[in-house]
């Protein structure tokens, strides 16, 4: 049996229970989070303050950083998209990145008479709706498929492929 505790899980544990060092253990945990946020926000050219220890509850303590474009507008960078969904930054291109994956998933299924034999089989309770063209149904089955993710898809080498992850599984379905 354990437990396995994030950074921010400790720390709290560590106030909780007033732990003999904790605030000097926290405050050396800010010191290196700071390094990072500093290092990091050079590194991908964006502006990066400082950490602080972020308070969502009584009960909750975090170290946070809040980055952000060093110029109005600026991009997102690909490596922070996927952290903080609910920020309004890197969402259009989240959005874009999403699409272009989809395509691709999209037209090399489409490509594959193998692959569209699996995926109708798989999607085979997937009823077609009254005159929907065949390819808006094979797509619609696609977009199901790929929100599956890599795990739970037709084609997981496929997946990990356009959306460069690595693959969850060691082969393909089909």
């Not at 929907?132 to 492929?161: H, K, Q, V, W």
């Amino acid at each position: 049996m354990h437990k396995n505790l994030t950074i921010d899980e400790m720390l709290l544990a560590a106030s909780r229970s007033k732990m003999p060092g904790a605030k000097v253990l926290i405050g050396e945990a800010l010191a290196l989070s700071n390094a990072l946020a500093n290092e990091l926000s050079s590194h991908l050219r964006v502006n990066g303050p400082q950490a602080e220890i972020g308070f969502e509850s009584n009960d909750d303590i975090g170290i946070l950083v809040s980055f952000s474009p060093r110029e109005a507008g600026g991009a997102c960078p690909p490596v922070l998209m996927d952290f903080d969904t609910e920020s309004d930054w890197g969402q259009c291109e989240r959005e874009s990145r999403d699409a272009e994956q989809l395509n691709a998933y999209t037209a090399a299924v489409l490509d594959d008479v193998n692959m569209v034999a699996s995926l109708l089989a798989a999607y085979s309770t997937v009823e077609k709706q009254s005159g929907e063209a065949l390819m808006n149904y094979l797509s619609r089955c696609i977009r199901a498929d790929f929100s599956c993710g890599g795990e739970g898809c037709l084609f997981p080498r496929l997946y990990s492929t356009v959306t460069q992850q690595e693959p969850a599984l060691e082969r393909e379905r089909g």
